[in-house]
């Protein structure tokens, strides 16, 4: 005895077998590449060097890593003291490019990650 729709929807489960981690992959890696321009656009530049230092990497299907390798971007994220002949006089603010950056991209992750599944099942 068969199913009338069986075979669609069995082939369905397999297309989303296979396409699941593939495009779970492409949508963080494209949503990785939005964090890096939004934290680029909150960089403060003096030479650039921070500002182009911003990289992506990826960490599994379902990971991606961003960071920065200048020695000094911890202290432009998160703030650092001042000091001045040995002698602390103030406390520069962090500009929390990154957080801002992830901030900006969060808004509209969960909406997006939604489209990218229902056409996925559509599929």
């Known amino acids: 005895m068969k199913i009338d729709g069986m075979d669609d929807w069995l082939k369905k489960i397999e297309t989303l077998k296979k396409e699941f981690p593939k495009q779970t992959g492409r949508f963080l890696m494209m949503k990785a590449e939005e964090v890096i321009a939004e ?10 060097t921070l500002r182009n230092a911003w ?3 990826n960490g599994g299907s379902f990971k991606q890593f961003i ?4 020695k000094y971007s911890s202290f432009i994220e998160y703030g650092h003291r001042v000091v001045r002949g040995k002698k602390t006089v103030g406390f520069a603010k962090g500009r929390r490019m990154l957080h801002r950056g992830i901030a900006k991209v969060r808004m509209n992750f969960y909406r997006d990650l939604d489209k990218v599944y229902k056409n996925l ?3």
């Open 39 to 48: 934290t680029k656009r909150n960089t403060p530049v003096d030479t650039g």
């Open 55 to 57: 990289q992506r990497e």
């Open 67 to 70: 960071f920065n390798n200048v």
């Open 121 to 123: 099942i559509e599929k």
